[in-house]
């Protein structure tokens, strides 16, 4: 939890409860469902809950903004981002109804009013929201090709509408026929941990 700290200094008391509470919740669950590899429950703030704040330095989303995370898993990048953004609505998304069921559990425990799941493939998911938020569920062009329809008319944040990515390794094979519209940061420019020096966020324009 440290390191949660040491990069988000300015959370409430409880924001950062609910952050010490995902360690037991995810340990427990991984006994009973592999969610999470085993090696990296033990650096469970480090390469998960920060990998997926990452976002939260990018963006500051604004209250009333409707985020799906396409591929959740077990709650990731949703979960630590419906923490720190109470007033932002997610929908978590994964067509692996095991994980879904954690990541409603741990939702639950957590008493995140502002977090929904559904347990379906994202081509089925119809509604529209303001940002798209992802961690490497597959090459970025079939990714937008799914999201697209997804992405809200109206916009109110501080970048236009569209898909943000947690992304590792080099990907400019992936974001070539995007370029004008995509913006990469390197997460070492705002974490110092070794893990982060490859770990990208990538978003990409998709308002028009």
Known sequence: MDIIRKYFPKLTDVQYEQLEMLHGLYSDWNSKINVISRKDIQNLYERHVLHSLGIAKLINFKAGTKIMDLGTGGGFPGIPLAIVFPETEFLLVDSVGKKIRVCMEVAEALGLK????????????????????????????????????????EQFNALPNGLICLKGGDIEAETNLYKKRTMISELSEWFDEEFFLSKKVVYVDLSN
């Open 114 to 153: 502002n977090v929904t799941c559904a347990n379906e493939r994202g081509e089925n998911e119809k509604g529209k929201f303001h940002f798209v938020v992802s961690r490497a569920v597959m090459p970025l062009p079939e990714l937008i090709g799914l999201v697209r329809k997804n992405i809200a008319k």
